[in-house]
């Protein structure tokens, strides 16, 4: 008996197994809805069973479908493996992988990550969705992302957490801004200036608020903004100081800001690799991954000294 479907029909299946959505899905696999419908169609057809039950809210898969989609899983993921293997494709492979951050990690090490990973994978397509924590945690929870860099998710029960750095909270300033001129300050002495703050929707702003919850004269925001590039803007333009990570404040070179080191308390985040557990990564995004992690070591000691500015 001829087989009547093809990759592209597996792919599609894929995609709306894990998401669940056929919205999503066929965006996912950059196709219209109507043409993605017809492909999960043609599967079913082909394969004489139902796979999906629809409703007008949400797409479930059958019994069949689920026990075919782990089967699909597999499959895809040794054909995969397979070309990954033969000598001189890894410079030609075509694909996409989809990585989800918090926009502090972008510039201080992902960038150098994605330019190795590129060196090595010309034609793999890399899609970087820069977001707030709460929005990265959710776009690898529902599998929107194959994995996330984020300080939040380690104690998601369905979300695997890997460390790769410790940060310390730092205070932005101008270098004419009195506390320029310390080695460090205390979150007291913060609290006689202006203070500009993240929303309290932010992740980094419900960490700190349990940080301090039982801090005396801790600072009180008079501004406040969704983002911390823009709360730094504030800080550059002389409206006030704020607390940031250190990862988020530019180099040393830069001719307005300041960062100076937070104690009493030390407050810090941890940043790490997260993903779904128990699924694996597709061979592309799984090298993007290890390259991350390779990168720790060095990482570490680069924050280290960066707080110490």
Request: some cysteine.
């Amino acid at each position: 008996m001829a087989i009547n479907f093809d990759l592209n029909d597996l792919l599609a299946f894929r995609a709306v197994a894990e998401l669940n959505n056929f919205r999503r899905a066929a965006e996912s696999v950059h196709i219209s809805q109507p043409a993605f419908s017809r492909r999960i169609d043609k599967l079913e057809q082909a394969l004489g069973v139902r796979l999906l039950e629809r409703t007008t809210r949400r797409v479930s898969l059958t019994a069949v479908g689920r026990d075919f989609a782990r089967k699909v899983e597999q499959l895809l993921d040794d054909l995969d493996n397979t070309l990954l293997g033969i000598r001189g494709v890894a410079a030609t492979r075509m694909g996409e992988v989809t990585i989800a951050c918090v926009p502090s990690t972008v510039y201080y090490f992902l960038s150098q990550v994605i330019r190795r990973y590129h060196e090595s994978y010309p034609k793999i397509r890399v899609r970087i969705f820069d977001a707030s924590a709460n929005e990265v945690l959710a776009a690898v929870a529902r599998s929107e992302a194959d994995f996330g860099l984020n300080f939040m998710g380690s104690q998601e029960p369905d979300i695997e957490f890997k460390p790769l750095l410790e940060e310390r909270f730092v205070a932005a300033c101008r270098r004419d801004h009195p506390l320029a001129r310390k080695r460090k300050a205390t979150w007291s002495e913060l609290a006689q200036y202006d203070f500009i703050s993240v929303a309290k929707s932010s992740g980094n702003r419900l960490l700190l608020d349990q940080a301090l919850a039982h801090v005396s004269g801790r600072p009180q925001s008079i501004y406040e903004t969704q983002h911390v590039t823009t709360m730094l803007g504030l800080v550059e333009a002389g409206l006030g100081v704020a607390a940031v990570p250190s990862l988020a404040m530019p180099g040393t070179d830069h001719p307005l800001l300041v960062s100076v080191p937070l104690a009493d308390p030390v407050v810090t985040r941890r940043v790490g690799l997260i993903k779904r557990k128990g699924r694996a990564l597709s061979p592309s995004a799984q090298q993007l991954y290890d390259f991350l992690l390779e990168m720790k070591p060095a990482r570490k000691k680069a924050a280290r000294s960066r707080v110490g500015q």
